[in-house]
């Protein structure tokens, strides 16, 4: 066999497995765990070749030719996937922003990682990909690819109105998760800032913010600990519940 019939033999093959890379390059793009900053660039490049080789077998020739078309599509598709995932944890990063509003956390190690969280933020995420990882994070995405191509076949974008209510009723659920999560230190907040004002009326003399800071302090990580098993437990489900209908409306 000559290098030409070889090069023709593999150039059908390797058209659709380039296809596929371009969904599955943008969703690693926005993988939280895997494909954030943190992570080297070669290890989400062997991710991403690791994942277009294991999904071509299983797509069994759906993946068309490369085209001019699909070079659009596929990556739009692909974030769509990714930024569904990601989302998930902004609920995260929103509820600890809230936190640490609340009870007077400060950020920790803000210059070490891409995106600066506030020191129950860290602990919650570290917690959070440690669950995600445990669900099977791999399996979980090829699933969810291959229900993709499914779903929203390769060159074909989904309508622009479906688009718009997809993406702003998950927009909507991670905000409404964000805030669940965060309302009992939104509570406690009040509750300690309204008592300190109460004392500050009756005892103008007395300097209240001088045992206000560390009472609200210790009372705020005391809650941490004690709230942050129910917290995770809470956005696990909400995880679930979202992988178990990925394209559908959130109820």
């Given at each position: 066999?000559t290098?030409?019939?070889?090069?023709?033999?593999?150039?059908?093959?390797?058209?659709?497995?380039?296809?596929?890379f371009?969904?599955?390059?943008?969703?690693?793009a926005?993988?939280?765990?895997?494909?954030?900053?943190?992570?080297?660039?070669r290890?989400r490049l062997?991710?991403?070749?690791?994942?277009?080789?294991?999904?071509?077998?299983?797509?069994?020739?759906e993946a068309p030719a490369?085209?001019p078309?699909?070079f659009?599509?596929?990556?739009?598709i692909?974030?769509?996937?990714?930024?569904?995932?990601?989302?998930?944890?902004?609920?995260?990063?929103?509820?600890?922003a809230?936190?640490?509003?609340?009870?007077?956390?400060?950020?920790l190690f803000?210059?070490?990682?891409?995106?600066?969280?506030?020191?129950n933020?860290?602990?919650?995420?570290?917690?959070?990909?440690?669950?995600?990882?445990?669900t099977?994070?791999?399996?979980?995405?090829?699933?969810?690819?291959?229900?993709?191509?499914r779903?929203l076949?390769?060159?074909?974008?989904?309508?622009?109105g479906?688009?718009?209510?997809?993406a702003?009723?998950?927009?909507a659920?991670?905000?409404?998760?964000?805030?669940s999560?965060?309302?009992?230190?939104?509570?406690t907040?009040m509750v300690?800032?309204?008592?300190?004002?109460?004392?500050?009326?009756?005892?103008?003399?007395?300097?209240?913010?001088?045992i206000?800071?560390p009472a609200?302090a210790?009372?705020?990580?005391?809650?941490l600990?004690?709230?942050a098993?129910?917290?995770l437990?809470?956005?696990?489900?909400?995880?679930?519940?979202?992988l178990a209908?990925?394209?559908g409306?959130?109820?």
């Amino acid at each position: 066999m000559t290098a030409a019939e070889l090069a023709q033999l593999w150039q059908a093959p390797l058209a659709e497995a380039g296809v596929v890379f371009l969904r599955i390059g943008a969703v690693i793009a926005l993988l939280p765990g895997l494909g954030d900053l943190r992570v080297p660039a070669r290890v989400r490049l062997g991710l991403a070749l690791a994942l277009t080789a294991l999904l071509v077998p299983l797509l069994a020739g759906e993946a068309p030719a490369a085209g001019p078309r699909l070079f659009l599509t596929e990556p739009v598709i692909g974030l769509m996937i990714g930024l569904f995932l990601r989302l998930l944890f902004i609920a995260l990063d929103l509820a600890s922003a809230i936190m640490a509003q609340a009870i007077s956390l400060a950020q920790l190690f803000p210059a070490a990682v891409p995106d600066p969280l506030p020191a129950n933020g860290q602990i919650l995420y570290a917690a959070a990909l440690a669950l995600l990882m445990q669900t099977g994070v791999t399996e979980r995405l090829v699933e969810l690819l291959l229900l993709s191509y499914r779903l929203l076949p390769p060159g074909q974008l989904p309508a622009a109105g479906e688009s718009l209510g997809w993406a702003v009723a998950q927009v909507a659920r991670a905000t409404a998760l964000g805030f669940s999560l965060a309302a009992p230190f939104l509570v406690t907040g009040m509750v300690l800032n309204l008592a300190l004002g109460l004392m500050n009326r009756a005892m103008p003399q007395l300097m209240v913010m001088l045992i206000g800071a560390p009472a609200l302090a210790g009372v705020a990580l005391l809650l941490l600990a004690l709230a942050a098993p129910l917290v995770l437990q809470v956005w696990q489900a909400a995880l679930a519940g979202a992988l178990a209908d990925p394209f559908g409306l959130p109820k």
